[in-house]
């Protein structure tokens, strides 16, 4: 590893970074935004993590508390306080590292994600370990990526990433529209991971509060803030940073002397207790919990907009979309839905929400959503992979016929409690628990089994659309 020498370059574990002589002043002639601020008591509750809409799940001597951006603050019965990496997705979906393995909680189940004996002892994650794609995990043996039903190795001159404690998520996903990925190993290298390249950037030993954002990653380093990969540290009106936490398009930072918000430029946010937080979480609704000795505050800049239907840059190959679009303390009757800046529906907002039950989303590649109400807009980009043209009378039912297919299996007229796959209909209604089953190697459950090749016309056939 090269590292560039800098004679006015502070070290970092005794190495210097190339840049960081660099310094950005941030004055008090900076624009001023003004938040709304909800508070709820704390009761002793530790932060577990933000999904994406701002439901914050907590850790409290009842169970797991989850508080959501409508006021809504209810117990889950069982209790996550063996997770050591927490990634929800929304009030009652996240998942989760607990004892070197991955998780998922779902409606009230707990089950464990089978991945191959070759990944090790997980560490951390993120995407969402059901999808096909975009999903990374740091273990004890590297990096490790999911993509279709295969995991891969990530590799650095031929020789295995080092052994990781941690893959930075943005808005829950693993990267935005460069496709860049931040890992840092447990010799404390964090490294900058793409489709070209895998290199270490930074010794990350001295830096806490390492979050991801638009372009690359901020950090503390001591009480200073300092964003990368250009490394250079910013000087925000005489404060010393106390807590930050970022999304793809704001960047949260409390100091000394106040709250401050990086989008395209920085900003001081007034409205906020004089005290500074302890901790920060930001999600993707544009907006920031914030923890307190006996409060948990939430701040936001403009009245939140929810997406439920289309996660932040997910990685799909389905064409529509069921979108439910949540609106909080909005007075407006109508949404304005945009697609890469046209217009392309508008919906009712009755108490509060609005439904557009098909929405076609274009085609392979990125896109940006816009959901827009009076001067309010909440952005949402995503990436449409190519899809694929395997169809059920084509592809699927000679499959079935082979591996599935009588009554003491699938049907026709199956005996017992099992469900009948022997039509289009059957498949298109069970698909969902069909792949689950085909990834976790149990269905069928005995031999013949379907080849890997096999196995991905199945996969590519949900992914593709599901053509009859």
Not at 431 to 436: C, L, T
């Amino acid at each position: 590893m090269i590292r560039h020498e800098l004679a006015t370059c502070v070290l970092l574990g005794g190495m210097a970074v190339a840049g960081c002589e660099r310094v950005e002043q941030v004055g008090d002639d900076v624009a001023v935004e003004t938040a709304s601020l909800r508070c709820v008591p704390r009761d002793g509750a530790t932060i577990l993590g933000v999904a994406p809409n701002g439901e914050l799940w907590l850790s409290t001597a009842s169970g797991t508390r989850v508080l959501d951006l409508a006021g809504g603050d209810r117990t889950i019965a069982a209790s996550l306080g063996d997770a050591t990496h927490v990634l929800p997705w929304d009030a009652s979906t996240a998942s989760f590292v607990a004892g070197d393995a991955l998780w998922s909680w779902r409606d009230g189940a707990r089950e464990v994600v089978a991945l191959p004996e070759s990944v090790g002892a997980v560490r951390d994650l993120c995407g969402a370990p059901d999808d096909e794609h975009g999903v990374f995990v740091a273990t004890d043996r590297g990096l490790f990526e999911r993509d279709g039903r295969w995991w891969w190795q990530w590799s650095s001159g031929g020789a295995p990433l080092p052994p990781g404690q941690r893959v930075f998520s943005l808005d829950g996903a693993c990267g935005g529209r460069d496709d860049t990925v931040w890992f840092e190993a447990d010799d404390g290298e964090l490294w900058q991971v793409s489709a070209a390249s895998a290199a270490p950037v930074a010794d990350a030993r001295e830096l806490t509060d390492l979050v991801g954002r638009r372009g690359g990653v901020a950090a503390r380093f001591g009480s200073t803030l300092r964003l990368g990969p250009d490394w250079r540290d910013v000087e925000l009106a005489g404060g010393e940073v106390v807590a930050m936490s970022g999304t793809y398009r704001r960047l949260w930072v409390a100091t000394t002397a106040g709250m401050y918000s990086r989008t395209g430029a920085w900003s001081r946010i007034d409205g906020l207790p004089t005290t500074p937080p302890a901790t920060i979480a930001a999600h993707a609704a544009d907006g920031a919990w914030l923890a307190y000795d006996d409060e948990l505050c939430h701040a936001t800049i403009a009245p939140p907009i929810l997406v439920r239907g289309l996660r932040p840059f997910e990685r799909r190959r389905e064409r529509t979309v069921e979108l439910e679009l949540a609106f909080v303390d909005h007075t407006e009757t109508t949404a304005i839905v945009a697609l890469d800046g046209a217009e392309v529906a508008s919906a009712e907002i009755a108490d509060g929400v609005a439904r557009l039950p098909e929405l076609a989303l274009g085609n392979t590649g990125w896109h940006a959503l816009s959901v827009r109400t009076g001067d309010h807009e909440r952005l949402l980009d995503y990436y449409l992979l190519p899809g694929a043209s395997r169809s059920w009378a084509a592809d699927i039912e000679p499959l079935f016929q082979t591996y599935c297919a009588g009554g003491a299996c699938h049907g026709p007229a199956p005996g017992g409690n099992r469900p009948d796959l022997s039509t289009y209909e059957g498949w298109q209604a069970r698909y969902a628990q069909i792949r689950s089953r085909l990834l976790a190697g149990t269905m069928p459950p005995t031999d013949p089994r379907p080849t890997a090749a096999e196995l991905d016309a199945i996969l590519e056939w949900i992914e593709g659309g599901r053509l009859p």
